[in-house]
């Protein structure tokens, strides 16, 4: 009798600490909540080739969520990256987001603003929430294709080039642009959201300014084959 209880009260301990980890592991996971964050720089290469006009401005989209900025005003302008200085201006498509070189001699540019939103956020739709203005998609001969080519989910928006920007050499005139867009879904009970990137890469020559139209190419971090590293991959048309 003495053996078979002790037997029981094992048993009944060891299920209890079973029951308790469970339940355990399951309240950390579903507190376990980490904020989505969307990160968003501009690169123009190639400005030591061209000449510097009275004001050089460039002018690329800004990031929008639902309609609305996800920077606010104060974080997008007066800031200063190198010899450009950053400012909002309102334009025939709306609200963008213009860099004006501020030195002597035109440098390349390089701009980074990072932003985090409110836990339980989602990111719903990538391909209208993302990079404003959002324009129908039109064919760019000037295109990177960053995925090898055009069979990926995409949409077209605007850039602006000055046409005081002509280069010193017409044998190096290509102005190479740069903007990407990371928007990540962070995390909710445990659970990762996807990862978004946003990609416009092109190669423009001189004969191309003012407002120019650009490719908007949208990828997905690829976490399924969990033996490699992570990979950016193309989301298909639809």
């Given at each position: 009798?003495?053996?078979i209880?002790?037997?029981?009260?094992?048993?009944?301990?060891?299920?209890?600490l079973v029951?308790?980890?469970?339940?355990?592991?399951?309240?950390?996971?579903?507190?376990?909540n980490n904020?989505?964050y969307?990160?968003?720089?501009?690169?123009?290469?190639g400005?030591?080739?061209?000449?510097?006009g009275l004001?050089?401005?460039i002018?690329?989209?800004?990031p929008?969520?639902?309609g609305?900025?996800?920077f606010?005003d104060?974080?997008?302008?007066?800031?200063?990256?190198?010899?450009?200085?950053?400012?909002l201006?309102?334009?025939?498509?709306?609200?963008?987001?213009?860099?004006?070189s501020i030195?002597r001699?035109?440098?390349?540019?390089?701009?980074?603003?990072?932003?985090?939103?409110?836990?339980?956020d989602?990111i719903?739709?990538?391909?209208?929430?993302?990079?404003?203005p959002?324009?129908?998609?039109?064919?760019?001969?000037y295109?990177?294709?960053?995925?090898?080519?055009?069979?990926?989910?995409?949409?077209?928006?605007i850039?602006?080039?000055?046409?005081?920007m002509?280069?010193w050499?017409k044998?190096?005139?290509?102005?190479?642009?740069?903007?990407?867009?990371?928007?990540?879904?962070?995390?909710?009970?445990?659970?990762?959201d996807?990862?978004?990137?946003?990609t416009?890469?092109?190669?423009i020559?001189?004969?191309?300014r003012?407002?120019t139209?650009?490719v908007?190419?949208?990828?997905?971090?690829?976490?399924?084959?969990?033996?490699?590293?992570?990979?950016?991959?193309?989301s298909?048309?639809t």
């Open positions: 009798m003495t053996g209880s002790w037997k029981n009260i094992l048993i009944c301990i060891t299920f209890i029951l308790f980890g469970i339940v355990w592991m399951g309240a950390i996971a579903y507190i376990n904020p989505g969307y990160h968003y720089t501009v690169d123009v290469r400005m030591e080739q061209f000449r510097l004001v050089t401005d002018i690329v989209p800004i929008v969520r639902d609305q900025q996800v606010s104060d974080e997008l302008q007066y800031q200063s990256f190198g010899n450009w200085k950053s400012m201006v309102i334009t025939p498509f709306g609200k963008m987001i213009a860099f004006q030195g001699n035109l440098t390349d540019l390089h701009a980074e603003f990072s932003h985090k939103y409110p836990d339980g989602r719903k739709n990538i391909t209208a929430d993302s990079l404003s959002v324009l129908p998609y039109t064919f760019s001969p295109t990177q294709w960053v995925y090898g080519s055009g069979a990926v989910q995409n949409y077209s928006t850039i602006y080039i000055p046409n005081s002509q280069p050499d044998a190096k005139d290509n102005l190479r642009v740069k903007i990407e867009l990371i928007a990540n879904g962070g995390m909710q009970h445990s659970v990762t996807t990862t978004y990137r946003v416009i890469q092109e190669k020559p001189s004969t191309v003012n407002m139209p650009v908007a190419q949208i990828g997905t971090l690829d976490a399924r084959d969990l033996n490699s590293e992570y990979k950016w991959v193309p298909p048309i």
